[in-house]
Antibody, heavy 123, light 113 residues
Framework: QLQESGPGLVRPSETLSLSCSVSGGATNTNSYYWGWIRQPPGKGLEWIASIHYSGNGYYNPSLRSRVTISVDTSENQFFLRLTSVTAADTAVYFC?????????????????WGQGVLVTVSS | DIVMTQSPDSLSVSLGGRATINCKSSQSVLFSSNNKNYLSWYQHKPGQPPKVLITWASTRESGVPDRFSGSGSGTDFTLTISSLQAEDVAVYYCQQYYFTPWTFGQGTKVQIK
């Protein structure tokens, strides 16, 4: 199971910081990368970034300059930082495990997912 | 980026009726070396996280009712709900994992007529 946590309200130009706690499994696994996906109100899903416990990560180029993703295997958590937020960053943020095939190096679908947390950017 | 375009945006189907959702990718997601389509389908109900239904375009995940089926290859894919149940009311998304950035369709809302 995955569970997101973090502030529900962030001021414009500040930094959004979220954590995702993983239970029932370890983050230091070669079965998953750990990812963040968001859904703005009334819109579809947008992948943000994914990270392996080794530290190897992938980022959506549209957000790359503002995003940091990290993992703490000792705490079994991973994290998202999004800087210089604007109202356009208002969304439900989901954390998820992204299936990883070590033999091919391929990442695929997202499962499991956290419940999601609504983050509103407003002054 | 691979753009995923779903149609229709919404549809209303009678209980027991067939629901058909289409997903078109801007380029092929068929990997020729293994003949696999790198496409999945999700069901998203309000207040819940998305749930993966179908992987590799047509492989039903464990526990998913057999009224859900996926088909298609290359750039054109379909999710079919053969006999719509009340619990199937949701938004459905396709996602390509052919290469990064991984992208989703805009979603199709399925309702009861």
């Amino acid at each position: 199971q995955l569970q997101e946590s973090g502030p529900g309200l962030v001021r414009p130009s500040e930094t959004l910081s979220l954590s995702c706690s993983v239970s029932g499994g370890a983050t230091n696994t070669n079965s998953y990368y750990w990812g963040w996906i968001r859904q703005p109100p009334g819109k579809g899903l947008e992948w943000i970034a994914s990270i392996h416990y080794s530290g190897n990560g992938y980022y959506n180029p549209s957000l790359r300059s503002r995003v940091t993703i990290s993992v703490d295997t000792s705490e079994n958590q991973f994290f998202l930082r999004l800087t210089s937020v604007t109202a356009a960053d208002t969304a439900v943020y989901f954390c998820a495990g992204q299936n990883y095939d070590l033999s091919s190096g391929s990442l695929s679908w997202f499962d499991p997912w956290g419940q999601g947390v609504l983050v509103t950017v407003s002054s | 980026d691979i753009v995923m375009t779903q149609s229709p945006d919404s549809l209303s189907v009678s209980l027991g009726g067939r629901a058909t959702i289409n997903c078109k990718s801007s380029q092929s997601v068929l990997f020729s070396s293994n003949n696999k389509n790198y496409l999945s389908w999700y069901q998203h109900k309000p207040g819940q996280p998305p749930k993966v239904l179908i992987t590799w375009a047509s492989t039903r995940e464990s526990g998913v009712p057999d009224r859900f089926s996926g088909s298609g290859s290359g750039t054109d894919f379909t999710l079919t709900i053969s006999s719509l149940q009340a619990e199937d009311v949701a938004v459905y998304y396709c996602q390509q994992y052919y290469f990064t950035p991984w992208t989703f369709g805009q979603g199709t809302k399925v309702q009861i007529k």
